[in-house]
């Protein structure tokens, strides 16, 4: 089971670009990375996937080294809305009910953004 | 609006009652999940059905009863809970069974029902 490490917290203010980077040392060669935002109360959100180099959307971009060992998930601008908990996931390959990867959520990284 | 309709938002119950929460998805998709959040805890993965074939229970408590009648409609049967099930709980949907032979399925979240057990 790829296990994945982010930061528990950051900080950040308005207008500012933020780069959340996790850890995924063990992840397989299929393995894709999804990131995924959630609000206080709600369910999380897709963000963005990427399996290798960059990503880029209307939200934000992720960055992921030939390694595929990390990724960073990147929000340019960010305002008070992007205050979250952001999360990243790793992708295993086991048939059902073997590995779940993409289907477990960690802590996520709770970013709090800064008038 | 992600698709995925949850009902009622909001739920209190006593520990005798029974009560229902139900999931719909309007997006075609395949496969369909339950997660519970506690306060301050990750999401737990409780439930995962493919074309209402359940294929995944992780060692939840029998006082909490999946059902999958087609592939668009989820519910998740209560009886009998604990203060400590109090929690929202989440469903989700995507095309096809994460984790299984396709790593990038996305996943699609309902806006949660808040569970309160008294």
């Known amino acids: 089971l790829a296990k994945t490490t982010q930061p528990i917290s950051m900080d950040s203010y308005e207008g500012q670009e933020v780069n959340i980077t996790c850890s995924h040392n063990?992840?397989?060669?299929?393995?894709?990375i999804t990131w995924y935002q959630q609000f206080p109360s709600q369910g999380p959100r897709f963000i963005i996937q990427?399996?290798?180099t960059k990503v880029t959307n209307e939200v934000a971009s992720l960055f992921i080294p030939a390694d595929r060992k990390s990724s960073t998930l990147s929000l340019p601008r960010v305002s008070l809305s992007d205050t979250a908990v952001y999360y990243c996931?790793?992708?295993?390959?086991?048939?059902?009910?073997?590995?779940?990867?993409?289907?477990?959520f960690g802590k996520g990284t709770k970013l709090s953004v800064k008038p | 609006e992600t698709g995925v309709t949850q009902t009622p938002r909001h739920l209190v119950m006593g520990m005798t009652n029974k009560k229902s929460l139900k999931c719909e998805q309007h997006?075609?998709?395949?496969?369909m999940y339950w997660y519970k959040q506690s306060a301050k805890k990750p999401l737990e993965l409780m439930f995962v059905?493919?074309?209402?074939?359940?294929?995944e229970n992780n060692s939840v408590p029998s006082r909490f009863s999946p059902e999958c009648p087609n592939s668009s409609h989820l519910f998740l049967h209560l009886h009998t809970l604990q203060p400590e099930d109090s929690a929202l709980y989440l469903c989700?949907?995507?095309?096809?069974?994460?984790?299984?032979?396709?790593?990038?399925?996305?996943?699609?979240f309902g806006s949660g029902t808040q569970l309160s057990v008294l």
């Open positions: 989700a949907s995507s095309q096809d069974v994460a984790g299984s032979f396709s790593t990038n399925e996305k996943l699609f």
């Open positions: 063990n992840i397989a060669t299929n393995d894709y």
């Open positions: 990427g399996y290798k």
């Open positions: 996931l790793v992708g295993d390959i086991g048939g059902y009910g073997g590995s779940q990867g993409n289907l477990i």
């Open positions: 997006l075609g998709h395949n496969a």
């Open positions: 059905y493919s074309l209402e074939e359940r294929v």
